[in-house]
């Protein structure tokens, strides 16, 4: 429900008013990528950012999605032929299994489905569902969102032009787990020019404080990047989030990241073995308005561009 406070922001704030025509309404489809991007980027940080002479890491993000497109872009982000192309660079044992890909909700057929299992669409960001037991879930819930997902074309919200031409279906893949942790953590790797830089850890998804996102170096050394801080956390307990198989994931990491300016690839690590999570060229889509000015700022710089040389 629409709050006054809400409607009184869209009315009076042009920024605000900008982002909501533009996810919720899919408005401004006239607009070239340049200026919709820098109409956008203002929005988030209260600046327009120069696109000529980018500095900070979601600048250079916005430069690379217009200026860096390749066909092999479009396989990598979606979430289908992805597997294909992971199992091809990698082999197939870093693969979660797929159960079944469809073009409708409704061509599912869900008693050829496990207990658990998990929904997504293969052409977007957010579009999940998690089924634990399928004796008891919301399945009309589930349908709105992935109908939902499946109706827009994931390129006009940030002109992420990878996902352009995807093709809008849902996936089903093995539900993972390792029976220890409850909430399953995934690891972010993200790399520039082909090395990784920094991991994100992201965790307690579906706990009452919401999630929670911290970043260490290669190394495994805590990196203060994001705005928001955490007072309850030990620098020993985030040790605990290590992952036996870290050196494993740098390694694979850098070989999906050759030859590319900036991708960050995404593993799972479950009772001691690794998993492919997904690929992603632009981290937030380059509107990261969570991490601190000086990390920006030090992505940036580590970021090359071929404008850099």
């Known amino acids: ?78 979430k289908y032929e992805a597997k294909k192309y992971v199992g091809h660079v990698i082999g197939e044992k870093y693969v979660i299994p797929t159960l079944g890909v469809w073009d409708h909700f409704d061509d599912i057929d869900f008693s050829k489905l496990p207990m658990s299992f998990v929904l997504k669409c293969t052409h977007d960001s957010g579009s999940v569902v998690l089924v634990r037991d399928k004796n008891h879930w919301d399945k ?49 790797l993200q790399c520039f020019n082909g090395c990784v830089d920094n991991i994100l850890v992201c965790t307690d998804r579906f706990s009452s404080k919401g999630v929670r996102y911290f970043y260490f170096d290669r190394d495994w050394n805590f990196l203060p990047y994001t705005k928001e801080k955490y007072d309850d956390i030990d620098l020993n307990v985030l040790n605990r989030f290590k992952p036996q198989n870290l050196a494993l994931m740098i390694s694979l990491a850098e070989v999906f990241s050759a030859g590319f300016p900036e991708l960050r690839v995404d593993f799972y690590e479950i009772n001691g073995k690794v998993y492919f999570g997904e690929l992603t060229f632009y981290s937030e889509g380059g509107f990261d308005n969570t991490i601190t000015r000086e990390a920006d700022v030090a992505m940036g710089e580590k970021l090359k561009l071929p404008i850099d040389a």
Request: glycine share 6%; with cysteine.
């Open 1 to 78: 429900m629409v709050t006054i406070r809400k409607l009184f922001r869209y009315l009076y704030d042009s920024d605000y008013r900008f982002l909501i025509n533009s996810y919720r309404f899919g408005m401004y489809k006239g607009m070239s990528d340049e200026a919709y991007l820098k109409r956008k980027f203002k929005a988030c940080f209260g600046y327009v950012p120069d696109l000529e002479n980018p500095r900070t890491f979601n600048e250079k993000l916005q430069w690379l999605k217009l200026h860096d497109r390749k066909d092999i872009y479009t396989t990598m982000v979606d």
């Open 140 to 188: 009309d819930a589930a349908k709105k969102l992935l109908e939902r997902g499946l109706s827009r074309n994931y390129y006009w919200s940030g002109r992420e032009w990878p996902y352009k031409n995807v093709k809008p279906r849902i996936i089903a893949e093995a539900y993972m787990g390792d029976g220890v942790i409850a909430d399953l953590r995934d690891f972010k």
